[in-house]
């Protein structure tokens, strides 16, 4: 059980303290109904927490990342001396679970439209592959495969950590019960909710799509005509909610 948790304390140093503070980066993490200047607070807060994530790991604490990183990389070195594939490989398959669990448990109650959907599916498709290569690879140990492979494999994984979470983040988004509006590029993290009789409102000018809540405004260029279908979408919501008043 030492191997086991130690495994999973790595992961959390190496993999779950730069993807938090990356989604604190990539994504506005308000996730209730709430005024406008209540929703910028809370974002401001949370990206300043995850930089605070950054700076404990890389500046602070830098040797606790690094030891961290070489026990993870030592892994091939653990199960030739210890015989615990097994144990690994639990540990591997609680991270990745807990990983999908945290992505997919986020669109719960919410309906997204991701601008490059196909390339996500294809990230997921590719992460979840090279996973099994992972598993496979570590099977075959003991039977004196190069394990310098492993670091290489590794390193990809969280490549494909990092680029699953930006792919997602790029959305047009809305909760099932129409409250709530986001439209992300990375660059841009815009979330507003109506409050109260608060209405939302859309407005479309040359392929600009414009919708407001009465306080504040969220324009919308290149969208894809998928994310054009879920405005479409939460036009149709809103109006039968409206109706049912």
């Known amino acids: 059980m030492v191997i086991f ?3 999973i304390i790595n992961f959390c140093v190496v993999l779950w303290g730069p993807c938090i503070a990356l989604v604190t980066f990539v994504q506005n993490c308000t996730k209730k109904v709430c005024s406008a200047k209540e929703s910028r607070n809370a974002n401001i807060l949370s990206k300043a927490l995850g930089g605070l994530v950054l700076f404990g790991l890389f500046v602070y604490t830098p040797d606790t990342f690094k030891e961290s990183w070489q026990e993870l990389l030592d892994i091939p070195t653990i199960i030739i001396n210890e015989h615990c594939f097994g144990i690994i490989v639990s540990a591997l398959l609680i991270v990745l679970l807990t990983f999908y669990i945290m992505i997919f448990g986020d669109s719960l109650g919410v309906e997204i439209f991701y601008k490059y959907e196909k390339l996500r599916i294809v990230a997921i498709g590719i992460h979840l592959l090279n996973n099994v290569i992972m598993i496979v690879y570590l099977f075959l140990i003991d039977k004196k495969v190069n394990i310098a492979y492993w670091k290489y494999l590794l390193v990809f994984d969280l490549i494909m950590f990092a680029t699953i979470i930006l792919v ?4 047009v988004a809305y909760t099932e019960d129409g409250r709530i509006f986001e439209y992300n590029t990375v660059i841009s993290q815009r979330k507003i909710s109506t409050v109260g009789d608060d209405k939302f409102d859309l407005t479309l000018d040359n392929d600009e799509y414009e919708i407001t809540n009465g306080e504040e405004i969220i324009r919308m260029k290149k969208l894809t005509p998928y994310q ?8 149709e919501l809103i109006r039968e909610k409206q109706n049912d008043k």
């Open 5 to 7: 948790w130690s495994i």
């Open 168 to 171: 997602s983040a790029i959305k």
């Open 228 to 235: 054009k279908e879920g405005i479409k979408k939460f036009v």
